[in-house]
């Protein structure tokens, strides 16, 4: 198991490896400076600190704004088990009183109309007591008597599912534990870091999930409460509630046997269960975000009632403090860059043409669209947005999408067949590249990095940028001069291939973790970076192993991976390119054609074509807006 996987198996939710904790922003200094350094402005629209707040809490301090929604759904089961409790009581306390009332009511109607049977006065008593019932919980006693109970109640459950300090520490020091264990040569806190952004910010997700758990899945299915056996039941029928009772009566016996204490569940079947409750209670509660409208100010809402007043209401200015402390240049750098592409392409979509940029309800259409094609699949938004295209957030991958769409509203003449019937000619022009992705092509490329950021330790190096590019620029001249000696002389220098080799050895700083057992009994080297030396490479699988992503690859206009596997001559070295992680140099050994070219018969195969040539020339499109703008404070 790789080593976030592992972390993220014992908590709810683990933030994104996002490298980042050496600087923080200093304090607001006024309206007309910036937290953030000079305010940035481009195409004379200010971008307001609170939005650059929004973005990066949005994306850097995810975790936090996912802990406020699992909040909001354990406050309502613990809200909804209180109220149950407390009518019980109301119930129980004025049980003979009601009995009473419906007993008075029935007689009197018997003395008038003898009922036909025994059934029939039963019926006549449940429902004069009902009546009953509703006219006295209208009463100003009763009402008192309820709020008192409630009152009661609601400290009671707390106090059932409440994490003792005990509790915790010995959870916490377990889990670091077993991961010293499972991995001896790692620094605990660089793991935990890398995987939930902050130790302290794992602390908090690691109790609030084992008050989840507590509230949620009892060790005995017996007691898990309604809405555990509800969710679980309408994902799964009732097969994991088999398993989890066959599951708990196998532990109990072992533990009675042994006297050890009651074993946990499989921490990966938990995780499934947790996001299988999860994922029900959130589709009870409509949720807003800066996608659906929200004021910069607000960060999320949450109506669990459906009446538009929202019960969860979550703050910027209250989120703020705990993401900027974790915050780097380069993040806030990033971020700057977002809003430098998204304003200059919506821009330049606005000046486009009538209809080109979507509205607001045309937005709103594409991202319903976009669910539509999910149905049925255990793809989201989210998930679409944060594992597979690996944005930031959802919200930032959004307008994205949406700007996209807009791209494809201007473009829509030019996808059109031609007269011929063959496909539009910007797609013939680019099926052999796309031909060269979706066709299997593959290419054999090593990748050295010279490193800004210190990845084993999970911090950035002092000036680690400046150095990197020092560092990178004397590599690359190191390369020169040696490949200069052996054209003069190759009986006196090794083949510059087999330098390049023996460098990158030495000086690339992509970093393998550990397997679980431990250094040098590493199992499989599928995903593993081996100093950047990947062997051939699909570009869709190329693309992560460089390190780069879709919206790396939007907001800068440069993209490494495709400069490998589409333009570098194959045995030259290239570069240094800044990347995600510092400077790259890059050398092409060898390229594999296509093996399984697009069939244009297959209306598929034409998809693929069509989206691939969006892409391609949206970025294109992207790179120009920004030329074109005017930006200050980049």
């Known amino acids: 198991m790789r080593i976030q996987t592992y972390l993220a198996a014992l908590t709810l939710s683990a933030a994104p490896a996002v490298y980042a904790q050496d600087v923080g922003p200093a304090l607001e200094a006024g309206s007309t400076t910036s937290l953030f350094g000079q305010p940035l402005v481009v195409n004379g629209q200010r971008v307001q600190d609170i939005e650059l707040q929004r973005f990066l809490i949005y994306g850097a301090g995810r975790l936090q704004v996912e802990m406020q929604r699992v909040a909001l759904i354990i406050e309502d089961e613990l809200a909804r088990r209180a109220q149950e409790y407390a009518l019980r009581d109301i119930d ?8 009473a009332a419906a007993e008075a009511a029935v007689a009197a109607k018997e003395k008038a109309t003898p009922f036909a049977s025994a059934d029939e006065r039963q019926t006549a008593l449940r429902t004069e007591r009902e009546a009953a019932k509703a006219a006295l919980y209208q009463t100003e006693e009763v009402i008192a008597a309820y709020k008192k109970l409630l009152d009661q109640q609601q400290s009671l459950v707390r106090e059932q599912v ?10 916490y020091q377990k889990t670091i534990d077993d991961f010293v264990k499972s991995y001896p040569t790692l620094n605990p806190e660089a793991e935990v870091a890398r995987a939930f952004r ?11 999930t084992l008050l989840f758990d507590r509230v949620f899945f009892p060790d005995d299915p017996a007691e898990w409460p309604v809405t555990t056996v509800e969710a679980v039941r309408a994902d799964s029928g009732d097969a994991m509630i088999e398993d989890a009772f066959q599951s708990y009566k196998m532990r109990r016996e072992y533990a009675e046997k042994t006297g050890e204490p009651l074993a946990k569940e499989d ?31 607000l960060i999320l809402t949450g109506d669990k009632n459906g009446d538009g007043l929202p019960e969860l209401v979550v703050k910027t200015a209250d989120v703020w403090p705990k993401v900027a402390a974790t915050l780097s240049e ?52 989210d998930i679409l947005a944060t594992q597979e295209y690996l944005f930031p957030s959802a919200e930032s991958f959004q307008e994205y999408w949406c700007l996209m769409e807009s791209f494809k509203v201007l473009k829509q003449d030019a996808l059109k067949r031609q007269e011929n019937g063959d496909i539009a000619k910007v797609l013939r022009d680019h099926l052999e590249r796309a031909n060269r992705v979706m066709g ?32 990178a620029n004397e590599v690359k001249a190191q390369l020169e001069a040696q490949q200069q000696r052996y054209a003069a002389d190759p009986s ?31 199992g499989s080297d599928v995903s593993m970076k081996n100093k950047g030396r990947f062997g051939p490479r699909y570009r869709n699988d190329l693309i992560g192993f460089v390190g780069e992503t879709r919206y ?45 070219p697009l069939n244009l018969a297959e209306p598929k195969h034409v998809e693929l074509l069509t989206d691939d040539w969006l892409r391609v020339a949206f970025g294109a499109y992207m790179r120009e807006a920004v030329k074109g703008a005017k930006v200050q404070g980049l």
């Open 162 to 171: 409440a994490i003792s300090e005990e509790e915790f520490n010995h959870e």
């Open 92 to 99: 129980a306390q004025y049980a003979s009183r009601l009995d």
């Open 198 to 208: 902050t130790v302290d910010w794992y602390r908090e997700n690691l109790r609030q």
């Open 492 to 522: 006196k220098e090794k083949d510059p291939a087999q330098y390049w080799d023996e460098l990158v050895v030495e000086v690339s700083e992509y970093w393998d973790p550990p397997s679980p057992e431990g250094q040098g009994k590493r």
């Open 440 to 471: 299997l092509g593959q290419v054999d490329v090593d990748v050295m990095l010279i490193s800004a950021f210190d990845i084993p330790n999970f911090k950035w190096k002092d000036a680690g940028w400046t150095w990197a590019e020092k560092r």
């Open 552 to 596: 790396r690859e939007f907001v800068t206009g440069f993209s490494i991976t495709d400069f490998v596997f589409f333009d570098q001559a194959e045995n030259t070295v290239a570069g240094p390119f800044k990347g995600p992680l510092g400077y790259y140099l890059t050398r092409v050994k060898r390229r594999t054609p296509p093996s399984r």
């Open 267 to 297: 921490p990966i079947y938990t995780q499934m269960m947790r996001q299988i409750v999860r994922d029900a209670c959130f589709s009870t509660v409509s949720f807003r975000t800066s996608f659906d409208g929200l004021p910069s100010d």
């Open 330 to 381: 380069t993040d806030i750098l990033e971020a700057k860059e977002w809003f430098v592409s998204t304003i200059a392409v919506r821009d330049a979509l606005r000046t486009a043409g009538d209809g080109v940029l979507l509205s607001r309800d045309g937005e709103q259409a594409a991202i319903a669209a976009l669910k539509k094609t999910m149905e049925g699949t255990y793809f989201t938004v």
